[in-house]
């Protein structure tokens, strides 16, 4: 179900495309999902599609919506009937389409090169053709995106970590401290020796979850759960201790490493459960 609830998706975005004027069909377009401000809950989205006749009227919002008023293409989850999971279904939405604005870009801490606005859905009329399967089936498409964004952010910090080690351990072997290099201290080579231990494990955790989605296993949901909370804080701690490692030097913005740690530290926020909880 959720193999083909994906190639309707492509489907849909693919015959948007084909009906663009020619000059739009040359370059890339950018599509951006939205859910709601439920944020992990998505079964509990408020924003509303009432049919009439051939189109559906949609009023509501989706905060933190990445590509926001940038992207072309809005893939968005919508309550078509009742309350719960059943009721949502998933439609996709022009730039341009009245009714759609969006919010102020957000200023952030890190992710500074992703805009993020808010999607604001005002008597927005948008054809019942542009819906992505059948009535319903909206929560089983935004579950296969959930399980998917997980193994993707946590990948984000494994790139984001790798990249910290081996600019602390450049670092330390430039920047010298007593008279000697400060790779050479023995208790900076453990940390870096936990930093790298970290850094594998995580990556052994991300490729079993992504294994598990790609085949489909009854075991994948959790493992993909398991393997953004593991890496997320694994691979943060990692950026963290590699800024540490830079002293003084890590704070400035000249050295990367600062960026590193500013854009990992969202990664324990997105697609995670306990934070849209008590968030």
């Not at 309707?8 to 709601?36: K, Q, T, Y």
């Not at 992505?132 to 935004?142: C, D, R, S, V």
Request: hydrophobic fraction near 40%.
């Amino acid at each position: 179900m959720l193999r083909l609830c994906g190639g309707r998706l492509a489907a849909r975005l693919g015959s948007l495309r084909a009906c663009l004027p020619d000059p739009a069909r040359g370059r890339a377009r950018r599509i951006s999902s939205c859910i709601d401000r439920s944020g992990s809950d998505a079964a509990s989205l408020m924003t509303s599609a009432k049919r009439q006749g051939d189109y559906y009227i949609l009023n509501g919002s989706k905060a933190f919506i990445s590509g926001g008023g940038e992207s072309d293409i809005y893939v968005v989850m919508c309550r078509t009937g009742g309350p719960g999971p059943k009721g949502i279904s998933c439609l996709v939405i022009e730039k341009g389409t009245p009714g759609l604005s969006f919010g102020k870009k957000e200023k952030k801490v890190g992710w500074n090169s992703q805009p993020t606005r808010a999607v604001i859905l005002e008597d927005c009329a948008v054809p019942v053709a542009n819906r992505i399967g059948n009535e319903g089936q909206g929560f089983l498409i935004a579950m296969k995106g959930l399980n998917g964004g997980r193994i993707n952010v946590a990948s984000c910090s494994l790139g984001a970590a790798h990249a910290s080690i081996m600019l602390a351990r450049d670092h330390l072997s430039v920047r010298k401290q007593f008279g000697e290099p400060l790779a050479n201290n023995q208790y900076l080579q453990f940390k870096l020796a936990d930093m790298a231990t970290r850094l594998v494990a995580s990556r052994l955790m991300i490729r079993s979850a992504a294994v598990a989605l790609q085949e489909e296993r009854e075991d994948a949901v959790a493992f993909c759960s398991m393997a953004k909370l593991f890496t997320t804080d694994e691979c943060f701690a990692i950026c963290n201790q590699a800024l540490q490692m830079h002293g003084g030097y890590g704070y400035l913005k000249d050295y990367a490493v600062q960026q590193y740690m500013r854009d990992s530290r969202v990664h324990q926020i997105l697609e995670d459960e306990e934070t849209e909880k008590t968030g």
